[in-house]
T-cell receptor, first 118, second 116 residues
């Protein structure tokens, strides 16, 4: 079974530009979550999508947005990039569901996209 | 609000030593999940274990063992007979249970260096 894939793996942008990152979850997984990892703030939750709907959102400005497609693939977009957006962006895939199904909750992470903003 | 504290920033041991990574958490939820993840230099977070808040049984998997104590809000991780391949950053994390909300709250991580 293929794991979580993220593209691109590395990205260099300049301040003010926008960027789109892509995540393909494990086949059959319907939930995709995004995390930002920086040396200063550590690992922080950005948002989660399930069945094309944003189900949960972390404490990030509106410049950070995402979406999920009918095949569960997800994209996140960062507009008007700032130097502080330089980070490793990790995508996590899980089965999804709620109630009892939510207990099947381990998340499997992709290799990440390393974004550098100059 | 949830919070996870990993007070040990970095630990260095010699191969074959046992090492324990500490994790203390805070949550107002009565049901929750605790996790441990390993992040090798490649960057990918590798899932190690998930523990339900209502299951305080300790768990052993090969050289790995976990000690969950609800009374002290701790979920410690022990590696027995450490190996160089265990060198990585280890993260403890916490999430809600039964709500379908999967946001993980991570600790700051503990960097483990196992010297040959």
């Amino acid at each position: 079974k293929a794991g979580v894939t993220q593209t691109p793996r590395y990205l260099i942008k300049t301040r003010g530009q926008q960027v789109t990152l892509s995540c393909s979850p494990i086949s059959g997984h319907r939930s995709v979550s995004w995390y930002q990892q920086t040396p200063g703030q550590g690992l922080q939750f950005l948002f989660e999508y399930f069945s094309e709907t944003q189900r949960n959102k972390g404490n990030f400005p509106g410049r950070f947005s995402g979406r999920q497609f009918s095949n569960s693939r997800s994209e996140m977009n960062v507009s008007t990039l700032e130097l502080g957006d330089s980070a490793l962006y990790l995508c996590a895939s899980s089965l999804g569901g709620s109630g009892a199904l939510a207990s099947a909750g381990e998340q499997f992470f992709g290799p990440g996209t390393r974004l550098t903003v100059l | 609000a949830q919070k996870v504290t990993q007070a040990q920033t970095e630990i260095s041991v010699v191969e074959k030593e046992d090492v324990t990574l500490d994790c203390v958490y805070e949550t107002r939820d009565t049901t929750y999940y605790l996790f441990w993840y390993k992040q090798p230099p490649s960057g990918e977070l590798v899932f190690l274990i998930r523990r339900n808040s209502f299951d305080e049984q300790n768990e052993i998997s090969g050289r790995y063992s976990w000690n969950f104590q609800k009374s002290t809000s701790s979920f410690n991780f022990t590696i027995t007979a450490s190996q160089v391949v265990d060198s990585a950053v280890y993260f403890c994390a916490l999430s809600e249970a039964y709500t379908g909300r999967r946001a993980l709250t991570f600790g700051s991580g503990t960097r483990l260096q196992v010297q040959p």
